[in-house]
């Protein structure tokens, strides 16, 4: 990383909540930037710090759209 750090305490409304890569909600109160994202599990995501964020099952299907594209446009 790049020692920045990936958290941003700020409310969905304050950052305008963008839901395009390289941001995705998966949670009610978390918006993951996928450049930080080394695995996605169905009900985590482990952040390349180790740090763990919850996955809500609401946000399941979108979170792992976003992801698979994000990805795709990397490689």
């Not at 305008?16 to 995705?24: E, I, Q």
Request: aromatic share 12%; hydrophobic share 35%.
């Amino acid at each position: 990383m790049s020692g920045r750090s990936p958290f941003d305490i700020r409310t969905f409304a304050q950052l305008g909540a963008p839901t395009s890569p390289p941001f995705s909600c998966c949670h009610n109160s978390y918006l993951v930037n996928l450049s930080y994202v080394k695995h996605l599990r169905r009900t985590e995501i482990l952040l390349l710090d180790e740090t763990s964020l919850p996955v809500n099952r609401a946000y399941w299907e979108i979170t792992k759209i976003s992801f698979a594209k994000f990805i795709g446009n990397k490689l």
